[in-house]
């Protein structure tokens, strides 16, 4: 074969071939076919029916613009999403904080609930004497922080019932009423001439419910003097066990004496043993013997009952209330023998030396506030307070200035109604104890108690009740709390931009910027515990008091319904933004199946005219073969 020629050549020569009508009929029909089965593929292989502006400007330019359209809301979408799970990451904070701020709200109420705070108790004073108008008990620390209450041991009453007796003047016949406190016996014999008589005989002696007999035969038979007698007797009771140390025996102007060595109420009573006839010597006949007997005074002219407490004063009982003697007994010591007697039987009233108006008088007061009525009988009632009657005795009357030892119940009572106080501690009757309860977390101290627990009115620093360590647990888990309320809202950020941090999300809804939707926090602030109002630090001291939690609780609460608010606010914008999600994704498929209508291709249809244009070429060769075969068969005829 030869060269082909190139296109151009082959066009050139055709040009200068004659056809005859039925070729070139043909191959125009076979050209016009191949042309739109080209363009039928186009359509098929881009799926358009308009592919350019030269298919149909009209179309081409509309559907460009549909298109364009489409493609930047589709952009905007890309920002929605974004936004959209920006808002969640916020909303997601904000659900963790609510649930942070509930946890908190418990453990306040539980720490409202909670009662265990520490208790003591302490013994009031049996001795209340060493009291005074001021002495109390003193609380500090615990709920009083930095100040300090307290609350007065004794009071003054109107119903302090007081009973005014002998001043010092008449003191000295309380005295001489016990003087004659030791028993004693003097003798009738002053003379003692006959001892042959004396020295034949004895005597029994008792006291104290013992009998000692006395033999007198040793004596001297002449030159006795009152002197061997009493030798004899002194002799006869150092040796017996029963008596020695008890009687001794005396000269008492020329006479023998018998007398008991202390106060006592017995009896000395001497007799004749058998019929030796040696009392009688010494102290008379038998019928002087009787009477002379003397028993030592039981104080009974001085002796009183205080409300049916029987008071005796006898000699015993001022020494052993601290006088040397008798003689020289004071007030005071009349007061503090009158004392012993009252506090040995629990009495609720004491003895006292009266000041101002009554000075130096003797004085029956009340104690305590339950005392009651003060009623004064007996022998004592009439010579010691001037009573016209032992029976009927005399009344305590009120004396307001009188300050009293406040009972258990008193100081419990005061201290729960009084408002500095009741707030801080709460008092409670413990068996007769008084038992403080310390309502803080911190320790409390109390002065006016010793280490043992008995109110004394002088110790320092010896009381103290643990704080209530359940509430101060609970401060530190609140703030725990707190601390992570602060940590969400941080990690609460989604591509850099944190709604719960202040932060401004914008978002554009249109490819011409005129709708779009800022989002951020209420007043743009951050959502944190400063500006919801929660307490930055709770101590353990705040939580000491019901109604300083109350407070707080206010305060988690508000901060509670913020948060809520909050969430609702971000829900409806969240709403919005998917509600715009939804009608931008709409808006672009209208956008886009209206670009579609106006170039895309209808598929089935261009298939269909693909198979005809085929079915037409293959017609159309069949037709240039017959025709070419017509021309050929002339040139056989020219063969």
Do not use: C, H
Request: charged fraction near 20%.
């Amino acid at each position: 074969m030869g060269k082909m020629s190139s296109p151009k050549e082959w066009d050139v020569k055709m040009s200068d071939i004659n056809l005859t009508a039925a070729v070139r009929q043909n191959l125009l029909s076979l050209q016009g076919t191949a042309s739109m089965m080209a363009k039928t593929q186009n359509k098929l292989s881009t799926g358009n029916k308009v592919n350019s502006a030269l298919d149909n400007p009209s179309n081409f330019f509309t559907a460009s613009s549909l298109n364009s359209r489409a493609s930047d809301l589709g952009n905007l979408m890309d920002s929605m999403k974004s936004g959209i799970k920006t808002i969640e990451a916020a909303d997601n904070g904000l659900t963790s904080i609510t649930k942070t701020l509930e946890s908190m709200q418990s453990t306040l109420r539980q720490a409202r609930q909670d009662k265990s705070f520490e208790t003591a108790s302490y013994t009031m004073a049996a001795d209340s004497s060493s009291l005074t108008s001021t002495s109390k008990i003193s609380f500090s620390g615990g709920a009083f922080g930095t100040g300090a209450g307290s609350v007065n041991l004794l009071t003054g009453s109107a119903q302090s019932k007081v009973a005014t007796g002998a001043a010092a003047d008449q003191l000295t016949a309380i005295k001489g009423e016990l003087t004659e406190t030791k028993a004693s016996l003097t003798g009738t014999t002053t003379a003692f001439t006959d001892y042959t008589t004396l020295n034949s005989k004895s005597l029994d002696v008792t006291f104290g419910g013992k009998t000692l007999k006395v033999d007198f035969s040793g004596l001297p038979t002449t030159g006795g003097t009152v002197d061997d007698v009493v030798d004899a007797l002194n002799d006869a009771f150092a040796a017996s066990t029963d008596f020695n140390g008890k009687i001794t025996a005396s000269a008492d102007g020329g006479k023998v004496k018998l007398e008991a060595a202390t106060a006592t109420d017995d009896t000395i009573t001497v007799a004749d043993n058998g019929t030796a006839g040696a009392a009688a010597f010494l102290f008379g006949t038998p019928a002087q013997v009787t009477s002379g007997t003397v028993k030592g005074s039981d104080g009974k002219a001085s002796a009183f009952s205080v409300n049916g407490v029987e008071v005796k004063l006898s000699g015993a009982d001022l020494v052993n209330a601290g006088a040397t003697n008798v003689a020289g007994a004071t007030m005071e010591n009349v007061v503090k023998a009158i004392n012993v007697q009252l506090g040995n039987a629990g009495s609720k009233f004491k003895a006292v030396v009266g000041t101002g108006t009554d000075a130096d008088k003797l004085k029956i007061q009340a104690d305590s506030t339950s005392a009651g009525a003060l009623k004064i009988t007996g022998e004592g009632a009439k010579t010691l307070f001037g009573a016209t009657s032992a029976t009927d005795g005399v009344s305590g009357t009120d004396d307001t200035t009188v300050n009293l030892v406040k009972t258990v119940d008193d100081l419990v009572n005061e201290i729960n109604n009084n408002s500095t106080l009741s707030t801080k501690i709460k008092a409670s009757n413990d068996g007769g104890k008084l038992r403080i309860q310390n309502l803080s977390t911190q320790d409390l101290n109390i002065d006016g108690i010793s280490s043992s627990g008995l109110i004394d009115d002088v110790s320092q620093g010896q009381a103290k009740i643990g704080g209530n360590t359940v509430r101060s647990d609970l401060a530190n888990q609140f703030n725990e709390l707190r601390d992570q309320l602060d940590k969400l809202a941080d990690d609460a950020s989604f591509n850099g931009i944190n709604l719960l941090r202040g932060d401004k999300l914008t978002i554009t809804f249109n490819e011409t910027d005129t709708s779009s939707i800022a989002i951020l926090a209420k007043d743009g602030k951050s959502v944190d515990s400063t500006n919801l109002g929660v307490p930055t630090t709770v101590e353990a001291k705040d939580l000491d008091s019901d109604t300083t939690i109350d407070g707080i609780l206010s305060k988690v609460k508000t901060a509670l319904n913020s948060v809520r608010s909050q969430s609702s606010a971000f829900g409806s914008n969240l709403s919005v933004v998917e509600n715009r999600q939804n009608f931008t994704t709409s808006m672009m498929n209208t956008l886009q199946t209206g670009a579609g209508n106006l170039t895309l291709a209808d598929m089935n249809e261009e298939a269909a005219n693909m198979v005809a244009l085929q079915t037409r070429q293959s017609l159309a060769t069949s037709s240039l073969s017959m025709a070419n075969s017509a021309d050929q068969n002339v040139l056989q005829l020219l063969r």
